[in-house]
Every structure is written in C-alpha cells, then in structure tokens.
C-alpha cells in the first residue's frame, strides 16, 4: 500500500480554489492509474496550527531530550517523515504561499525525526521517494518563484526524494481567459500525475 501525504494548503474553499481544483486533478489521475494507494489529506487551515513561540520550543526540545517521541507535537513531523509520496497545493500569496503552509514547516522540521545533523552537516530522514508542489497565481511569476524554491529547499533538507512543481499563472489578468489557462493546468496536472 502506497501512502501518499497531501498538504492542502489552500486558503479558500475546496470548491473555489484553483489549486485545489488542479490537486484533486492530480490526485484523482493518479489513483486512476496507481493501484493500492491511499491518499491522506491535510487540510492546513483547518488544523489551528500556531507558530512556535520560545515556550513551544522549550517543549519540544524537552520532549526530544527525554525520547518523548509519542508527545503529540511530533505528530505532524512524524506524518510528514513517513509518508512515500508527498504533494503540497498552496497558492501563490505574496511572491511565496499562505502562511500556515510556513508555520506547518515550522512543526515538521524536527531534529531526528524528519532530518538529523551528521558531522557532514544536515541530512533528511523523511521516507519520500517524491514530492510535487502545485501552485497557482494571479500574474504571471517570473523569475522569482520563491514559494517554489522554497519549497525545493525544504524537500531536499527533509529527504532525498525527487522535487518537480508546476505553476499555473496568469489566472486574475484582465483579458486572460482563466478558464481555458485553467483546462490547459488540469491536462498538465494530470500528465505529471501519470508518472508521479
Ligand atoms: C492574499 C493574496 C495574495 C496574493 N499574492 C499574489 C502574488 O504575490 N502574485 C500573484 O501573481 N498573485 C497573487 N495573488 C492571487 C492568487 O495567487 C491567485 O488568485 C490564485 O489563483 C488563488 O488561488 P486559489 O484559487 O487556489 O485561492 C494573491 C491573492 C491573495 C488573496
């Protein structure tokens, strides 16, 4: 059975949102050409996360000094580390993504558990052999897609496995014809799906 992680990290409704519309292209191509997989859902703004103030991390050290690893802040980290496949949707909000996709990585980036320091410096120890981060924006990205790289980074901090992305762009120009943009990201989703 292939567990595959999604992080949905879309702000707006699963039946508004353009890059949910393209992750549920994604995930559904992909379970109709892969068999045995389970796909877990994450929905970010629904989970209440808040970003580490110095008492949560005096706690999660505590936790880890000790091997309190069943402590329930381990649980997202844990989720993440074990997962085979990962996706993230999140659309583009102010040249990167919504911020509870920031603070979701300030909870899975935990020393030991989804990464660990070697004397070559850090190495990952998430399982994912794949992780593909889909995004769409108003306008059109350029050369500073920083929610990519961002995202790139992370994924080849916390594991080994292959990055790809895909940007749908464009989507709030004037004249632009969203809904043909949108057509042409679905076909490109799927086709990505196909061998993820
Ligand atoms: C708070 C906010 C910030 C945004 N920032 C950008 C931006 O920096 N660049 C851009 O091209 N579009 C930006 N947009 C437009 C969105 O990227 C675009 O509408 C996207 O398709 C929304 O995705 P959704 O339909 O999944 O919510 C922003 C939208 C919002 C609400």
């Known amino acids: 059975m292939e567990n595959i ?3 949905n990290s879309c ?8 890059t949910y519309l393209l992750c549920k292209a994604f995930i559904e191509k992909y379970k109709s050409t892969h068999s045995d997989v389970t796909v877990t859902e ?13 008492n949560d991390i005096e706690e999660r050290d505590k936790a880890l000094f000790i ?7 381990f649980s997202l980290s844990k989720q993440f580390a074990s997962a085979d496949k990962i996706l993230i949707g999140a659309p583009l909000w102010d040249f990167s993504f919504p911020s ?4 979701y ?7 030991g558990i989804t990464f660990h320091y070697t004397e070559q410096g850090p190495e990952g120890l998430s399982a994912f052999s794949k992780l593909f ?11 500073h897609n920083c929610g ?29 014809d969203a809904e043909a943009i949108m057509q042409d990201g679905i076909r490109k989703a799927e086709e990505l799906a196909e061998r993820f």
């Open 5 to 7: 992680l999604f992080i």
């Open 11 to 18: 702000i707006r409704n699963d039946d508004v949102s353009r």
């Open 42 to 54: 994450i929905k970010l703004s629904a989970l209440d996360l808040r970003s580490y103030l110095e």
């Open 67 to 73: 091997g309190d690893s069943e402590n329930g802040i």
């Open 100 to 103: 509870v996709l920031k603070v």
């Open 105 to 111: 990585i300030e909870h899975i980036c935990v020393n």
């Open 133 to 143: 981060y889909i995004t769409t924006a108003g306008g059109y990205i350029g050369s």
């Open 148 to 176: 990519v790289d961002y995202i790139k980074t992370i994924s080849e901090f916390l594991g080994c496995g292959n990055f790809e992305s895909l940007s749908i762009e464009g989507l709030d120009i004037i004249g632009n």
